[in-house]
């Protein structure tokens, strides 16, 4: 007789209705974007880019202790940057006129 596998056919995935967090760490942001560093994060903040909100006290050079990115202003972010005009779209239209 085959043996069989103990665990049933259920699905690997979190149910629909799982609750997803409203905050992103600055490690989900970089994987979600592409950005490489910090640096290169905090420069895109003064093009356009989400700034952080401070999750905890304060420190006393005025610094929030923990900073996280709201997942909507990100997700928002990135709809907008993909539904924007690319230069190869430009470029190509003024090809052909």
């Not at 895109?44 to 997942?71: D, E, H, M, T, Y």
């Amino acid at each position: 007789m085959a043996k069989q596998n103990s665990q049933t056919a259920t699905s690997k995935t979190a149910p629909s209705s799982a609750v997803v967090c409203p905050f992103m760490s600055f490690e989900e942001v970089l994987a979600m974007t592409g950005y490489k560093n910090r640096p290169t994060l905090y420069a895109q903040i003064a093009n356009g880019f989400p700034a952080p909100v401070a999750l905890g006290p304060l420190r006393s050079n005025g610094r929030a202790s923990k900073v996280a990115w709201v997942r909507a202003e990100v997700e928002q972010w990135i709809a907008d940057v993909i539904a924007a005009p690319r230069h190869l779209d430009r470029k190509s239209q003024v090809q052909s006129a």
